[in-house]
């Protein structure tokens, strides 16, 4: 495995209004379509003043997915992950106990499973992210990119993975500097 040096963009495109939405925090895209896999923090429990799970879905938004699912009357882009695409891909788990004194929970993605990652609440603002280092520097992630190569076994090799993030010390600062790493085989 290799890391690119960091890269400075000026902001993530969203790649549809559909997930402008506090509660989402990152989302996966995919070299194969334009289909995305969306983490959305939620509450398993009205009263809590921290985000303490996340729910994981498709967005079926590639233009050919959407005529399908549109003449077959489904007016919405939601699907949920298969048993197989949340043990083998796109997956995540929450630890049950918050880490103190942040109250942030530690969070396992199948997709990356060297990030180490946290379920943290902004409880001024009620918002839910997902922070980690990115490299070196501590992030909010915000998108992730697989580029892939289909297979005839069915199985895609993954030839890279692009992981964005803004940067915490540049939101303190009212700014947004987000940077890129590029893990490759």
Request: hydrophobic share 30%; with cysteine.
């Amino acid at each position: 495995m290799s890391v690119a040096p960091i890269e400075e963009t000026e902001n993530v495109q969203l790649p549809t209004e559909q997930i402008n939405k506090d509660t989402v925090m990152f989302w996966i895209e995919r070299s194969k379509n334009g289909n995305i896999v969306v983490y959305e923090g939620a509450k398993t429990k009205n009263d809590l003043k921290h985000f303490d799970s996340i729910d994981g879905y498709w967005l079926d938004i590639d233009p050919d997915y959407v005529k399908v699912n549109r003449s077959n009357g489904k007016k919405d882009d939601r699907s949920e992950l298969s048993y197989l695409e949340r043990t083998m891909a796109y997956g995540c788990t929450v630890d049950s106990e918050f880490i103190k004194p942040d109250m942030k929970k530690k969070v396992s993605l199948v997709a990356l499973p060297q990030l180490e990652a946290y379920l943290v609440t902004d409880t001024e603002a009620n918002k839910p992210y997902l922070t980690t280092k990115i490299n070196g520097k501590h992030c909010i992630l915000k998108k992730v990119y697989v580029k892939t190569q289909e297979s005839i076994f069915g199985m895609p090799k993954v030839n890279y993975i692009e992981i964005y993030g803004v940067t915490l010390e540049s939101k303190k600062k009212g700014k947004t500097i987000i940077i890129k790493e590029k893990i490759t085989n």
